[in-house]
Structure formats: structure tokens, C-alpha cells
């Protein structure tokens, strides 16, 4: 490790720290809810949520918190995920693979768009 | 960098420790592993929570959900249920005593969530052993400001400016005992950092150093910068070896990172901190003593004045302060001393952690603004006594304190409202009393515990405690006499006028504390031979027992 030898190297440490316990940051942030009740894992959710992680590392987004829920009865749509953004429609997609994961981050995530022919519901 | 999708992170305070924490999270780790999540999961140590009534904890980020009581069969069905499947736990929760629900949410806890932190903040939130963790949460920002922006003189104005006292049980005020140091003459300056932390039931500084290493490291290197000083020494006492390798640790991390040695922040400033490790005396956390005991020699007091400030550490100007006194230091100085100021009392001014232990429900450490009020902290944060027993009273300040009975239940916990009933804030230890606690047998533990702890420097000490101890154990065996009333209190206020240092300035204080509120109580072990509380257990003199076959009484 090099020594820190000015305020601005300390807050770039500070930075770079930030970053790895960002999973204990609370608040508002972007919630990306993977189902994951045995029919999604079934039906490949932990490859989508993989996906997903991945894609959100690659393009260093740090303030989206990836989590997991139970069966949500609509197991011949899996797998699925909603994504609970603050200040937008909730939205929860469906018959999803690795490359839709990936879509959905680039459109939803980082643009805001919302890709309705993937979505299943969408709340008003 | 990888990204984790969750972080798990298992509470390992020694008390945690104590109740299997490391069992827990091997378990949960291995379960984690059977279920391919390790590339998805970090699981790690945290310093104390505070919440150690419930131990062994473990909290789950980003939810923030946190489960207790854990043992390692639990692992399993945590990883399954919650880690994998999303599914919270609800067996595992925290169940509200009161409500019967569980609590789900970490910060939703009626224990942690009436507390306020400061000279605790980051313990259990963020892993001791790693610094990075300590510089993400603004640590040594505080130093960075001070070496860059401040002179010695601004940083004793704003630590005057916060009000803040002593932790360490006097409640000196902390600002003033830095400009003593500060303006005294010499080259050669110490900063002495007291961690030997011997009150019984007492373990706010352990937990800070446990759990929070780099805030002591960080304030006293402040500290010497504000009084003129390149060397600290960390005393910690010997029953802390967990808190002894954390806080080594750090002091190295902190040396690697270029915050401790020579020239920080290329500022020409430098500072070497010590680890000096006591031997098990109680004493030594006087600070005469402690500084005897890093000198190499036998820990026993000296008289003051020289106060240390002038003549400390092998004769030179030293600044001795308390581990918790300097956890308070860096927010001050990031956030401004009228911002700790703005908490507390009107002469008590910030916060104070408190060791919750007893007859109440949630024991554990709780940190608190000053003035709060002990019904509070014994009802609302504690969730009341245990099986509807009624509040007798709440002892504070350890074995040189002094009660609270039931009915000052609305006192302002600050220092001058406590000196007025009679007791000390100290270094914080509440023990709570319910109606089966005798308060005569309890005072003779703590005759007990400071008669084995005195040095023996003193006279009024070393053979004072021990009558006052010779009468407390007859009276407890139901051989009181009605002289021994008057004979406690004339003891007990001649040792209070002549021992030389505060453990035998102190150590009356809990019978004349006893006199003063629970007086009918010792007259019934006196004059009745009765213990109201059924804790005695007299050996009586009936005729019909004394001929009892093979003298059974």
C-alpha cells in the first residue's frame, strides 16, 4: 500500500472504499427483486440474477441493491423480477434469460426506459 | 472489484465470541459454500453491537434484516430460506417481549433505534480489521482537517467548545485537560490512551476497541498534535486480548496507510502510538497508577498535584484520556463542537454509552444523550425487568457508586443530577435491581471487590475497606450489632476524606449510598436478623437448631 500523503488521496480511498460496502449503504435506492421460489430457480432466476450482478459491476452502478423473493404464483411466467425504482412505476418482468437480464439493466436501469415487451405488469 | 450481492455480517465483540459467534459463522460460511453462493455472498466480522443479551447476532445487508440468538444448526435454513430464496426468517428475528411480533429490521429495534451514536458509531457496522471500511465512513478526515486546516489552539477551542467530560468516570472536562497539557512546558509530551477498563459489568472501551479501533488511533494522534506531542501509548489490560490483536492490527494498517509515523499527510507532523498491556490490577486505571505501570514499575498511585499534565509519563507532560473520551474526538472535530455541544444537559453536554446489566431485559451497551431519563433507558431501551419482578433500584458507577431507588426512577442521567442523589455516572455501569436482590450483601460484594483490588499503598484504604467489609459480612451472616450503623458511616467518611487515590476516595460509596436510601433494609439484618430480600442466609442460635443432630443449623 502507498502511503497517503494528501486530502484529496484520502478522499479517493474514501471513494474506492465506499464502493465495497455499499451493500450496507441504506436507503433509496433501486431495488432489483428476483424471484426465486423453487419454480424460478427452475427455471434458471440464479443465471438471471448472475447476469445481472455482472452487468451492474461491469458498468460500476453501486447504488442498486439486488435481492431475492419467494414463488410469486405466476410460476409460468419464471423467471421474473421486479424492479422498484423511487419516483417511478413499479415493474415486473417475465420469461426472462441472461440476455434479457443484461437488456434490462442497460434500458431500465441506466436510461429509465422501461422495455414493455418484456414486462408483465406494470403499475400505474 | 467484485460486487457482492449481499454482505452478511456476524457481530464478534468478545461477548458474542463468548456465546459461539465463530461456531455461527463457520456454519453459515460452510452452508454458503454447499450452496454455491460464495461469489454472491461476503460474510464478515463486525465489532459489537451492543444488543449482546441476544448474541450470538448476525445482520444481513442490504436488507438490514438481523437475526439473533443464532446457533449453528440455524446456518442451514438462514442460507436456504433467506440468502437464497429471499425468504426472511421469522423464527430467527427478534421477538418485541412486549408485543410478541417479530422485528425484522435491525433499525427498527426498540433497543437501537432510541440510541444515539457517536463515540460508537461505526462498531458493528463495518470490519475493524479492515481500515478502508474506517476511511468510508469519513475516518481520518478528522486528523486530514486538523494537520491541514487547524492550529493546535483551534482544536482545543472547538474540543472546549463541545463540552465534552471525562468518559472515564471523574468527567474532567476533556477540552480543559488538553490546554493544561497543551501550555505545559517540556519537550517531551506523552498521550496516554486508558483502556484499562476494570469496573465489573463495564465494556463500552472494549467494545470500542474491538469494534472501532482506528477512532481511538485516529483522536489520540489529534490529540498529540493539539498538545505538542510524537508518542501515545495504548494501555489496555490483559483480560482483552481480542481487543489487544484488533487494536494492533490497526495500529499497523494504520502505519502501512502512511496515518501513523513520520510526517503525516506530508505535514512534518509525526506520531507513534504503543501498545502497553496491564497486568490485571484494578487500580491501574488511576491514572497515577497506569502511568507507574507503563513506566515498568508497580501500579500503585501517587498524591496529585503534580497532576500528569505537568508531570506524567517518566516525568513529562501527559495527556491521559479514556478510550470512549477519544472515540468522541473525531466526529467533534468533522462536525464542529456546538454540534455535540447541542446534545445532553445544560453542564453534561453530548452523549454516553451505558452498560445495561441486571435484572432487565435487554442488557447489553447503549449509547444515549446526556439527560435522558432512567426510566427510559431502564423501560423504553432495556424492555423492562424480567419475569414483572418490580424495580428496587439502579445501581451506577460499578462498586464506587452508589443506587437509585425506584422512586428517583425520572432522574436526568447526567453528571450533576446523579452527584446530587449521591451516586456517579462513572464509567457508566447501570446495574438494574429488582425487589430479589439484597441491597446489604450486594454492597458487601462491592466492599469485596475493593478490598482485594486496593493496592495498599494507604492506610485508610487498605485497612478501612477491610473493617468496613469485617461488618458488612457479620451483619450478612446475622451478627449485626446496633453500633454498626454508626460505625459504617464514621468508616466510611474517614476513608473518603484520606485515602490517597479515587478507588479509596470512592469505595465507601455504596454504603453510605445504602445508608441513605435503604437504611430500614440493614436495620432489619441488624435488629431482626431478616433479610427482606431472602439473599441472606443467617446462621442462627435457637436452642432447638444448635442440638439438632450432627449440629445441622
Given amino acids: 500500500m502507498k502511503k497517503i500523503k494528501s486530502i484529496d488521496e484520502l478522499i479517493n480511498l474514501k471513494e474506492a472504499a465506499l464502493d465495497k460496502i455499499k451493500e450496507r449503504q441504506l436507503g433509496d435506492k433501486t431495488t432489483i427483486v428476483v424471484n426465486m421460489g423453487t419454480c424460478g430457480i427452475a427455471a434458471g432466476a440464479r443465471e438471471v440474477m448472475m447476469a445481472i450482478i455482472d452487468e451492474l459491476d461491469k458498468r460500476n452502478i453501486s447504488d442498486v441493491i439486488v435481492t431475492q423473493a419467494g414463488c410469486a404464483g405466476m410460476c409460468q411466467h419464471e423467471p421474473m423480477l421486479e424492479i422498484i425504482k423511487p419516483g417511478t412505476p413499479q415493474v415486473v418482468y417475465g420469461h426472462l434469460d441472461e440476455k434479457k437480464a443484461r437488456e434490462i439493466v442497460v434500458d431500465h436501469i441506466v436510461n429509465g426506459r422501461i422495455i414493455e415487451k418484456y414486462a408483465l405488469v406494470q403499475q400505474v | ?553
Fill in chain 2, 1 to 553: 472489484m467484485y460486487h457482492y450481492r449481499s454482505h452478511v455480517l456476524v457481530c464478534s465483540g468478545s461477548t458474542c465470541v463468548t456465546s459461539g459467534c465463530h461456531v455461527v459463522k463457520e456454519a453459515i460460511s460452510e452452508e454458503i459454500k454447499r450452496q454455491r453462493l460464495e461469489e454472491e455472498i461476503k460474510v464478515l466480522e463486525t465489532g459489537c453491537i451492543g444488543f449482546c443479551e441476544q448474541g450470538p447476532l448476525v445482520v444481513v445487508y442490504p436488507e438490514g434484516i438481523m437475526y439473533c440468538r443464532l446457533k449453528p444448526e440455524d446456518a442451514p435454513v438462514i442460507v436456504e430460506e433467506h440468502l437464497l430464496k429471499g425468504r426472511v426468517v421469522e423464527k430467527l428475528l427478534y421477538q418485541d417481549p412486549s408485543t410478541r411480533k417479530p422485528v425484522p429490521l435491525m433499525k427498527d429495534l426498540p433497543f437501537l433505534s432510541r440510541q444515539t451514536k457517536v463515540a460508537m458509531r461505526n462498531a458493528g457496522l463495518i470490519n475493524p480489521e479492515d481500515i478502508e471500511e474506517y476511511i468510508a465512513n469519513e475516518g481520518y478526515f478528522a486528523l486530514a482537517k486538523v494537520l491541514k486546516s487547524m492550529s493546535p489552539k483551534d482544536v482545543i477551542t472547538e474540543i472546549k467548545k463541545s463540552g465534552l467530560r471525562g468518559r472515564g468516570g471523574a468527567g474532567f472536562p476533556t477540552g480543559l485537560k488538553w490546554e493544561f497539557t497543551a501550555k505545559s512546558r517540556g519537550i517531551k509530551k506523552y498521550v496516554v490512551c486508558n483502556g484499562d477498563e476494570g469496573v465489573p459489568g463495564v465494556f463500552m472501551d472494549r467494545s470500542i476497541l474491538e469494534g472501532d479501533p482506528h477512532s481511538v488511533i485516529e483522536a489520540m494522534a489529534i490529540a498529540g498534535y493539539a498538545i505538542g506531542a510524537d508518542q501515545g501509548y495504548i494501555y489496555v489490560r490483559a483480560e482483552y486480548p481480542l481487543a489487544v490483536k484488533k487494536l494492533q492490527h490497526a495500529i499497523n494498517q494504520a502505519y502501512e496507510y502512511g496515518l501513523l509515523g513520520d510526517d503525516i499527510f506530508e505535514t512534518g507532523f509525526s506520531f507513534d502510538i504503543n501498545i502497553r498491556v496491564g497486568a490485571g490490577a484494578f487500580v491501574c486505571g488511576e491514572e497515577t497508577a497506569l502511568l507507574a505501570s507503563i513506566e515498568g514499575r508497580r501500579g500503585e498511585p501517587r498524591p496529585r498535584p503534580p497532576f500528569p499534565a505537568e508531570e506524567g509519563l517518566w516525568g513529562k507532560p501527559t495527556l491521559i484520556n479514556n478510550v470512549e473520551t477519544f472515540a468522541n474526538i473525531p466526529p467533534i472535530i468533522l462536525k464542529g463542537g456546538e454540534w455535540y455541544a447541542s446534545m445532553g444537559t445544560d453542564k453534561s453536554k453530548g452523549t454516553k454509552v451505558f452498560a445495561l446489566t441486571g435484572k432487565v431485559n435487554n442488557t447489553g451497551l447503549i449509547e444515549v444523550p446526556m439527560g435522558i431519563s432512567l426510566r427510559e433507558i431502564i423501560f423504553d431501551i432495556g424492555g423492562g425487568i424480567p419475569n414483572n419482578k418490580k424495580l428496587k433500584a439502579v445501581q451506577t458507577g460499578g462498586p464506587m457508586g452508589g443506587f437509585i431507588p425506584a422512586e428517583y426512577i425520572t432522574v436526568s442521567m447526567d453528571y450533576e443530577s446523579l452527584a446530587e442523589l449521591g451516586t456517579l455516572v462513572g464509567s457508566g455501569s447501570l446495574t438494574v435491581l429488582d425487589e430479589d436482590t439484597c441491597v446489604v450483601n450486594l454492597v458487601k460484594f462491592f466492599a469485596e471487590f475493593c478490598y482485594e483490588e486496593s493496592c495498599g499503598k494507604c492506610a485508610p484504604c487498605r485497612i478501612g475497606i477491610k473493617r468496613m467489609l469485617e461488618i458488612l459480612t457479620r451483619i450478612t451472616n446475622g451478627q449485626g450489632q446496633e453500633r454498626d450503623i454508626k460505625d459504617l458511616e464514621e468508616l466510611s467518611n474517614y476513608i473518603k476524606n484520606t485515602a490517597l487515590c479515587g478507588l479509596g476516595q470512592a469505595a465507601p460509596n455504596p454504603v453510605l449510598s445504602m445508608l441513605r436510601y435503604f437504611k430500614p433494609e440493614l436495620e432489619a439484618h441488624i435488629r431482626n436478623k431478616h433479610c427482606p430480600a431472602s439473599v441472606c442466609t443467617f446462621t442462627l442460635d435457637s436452642s432447638c437448631q444448635t442440638s439438632a443432630v450432627g449440629g445441622v443449623r
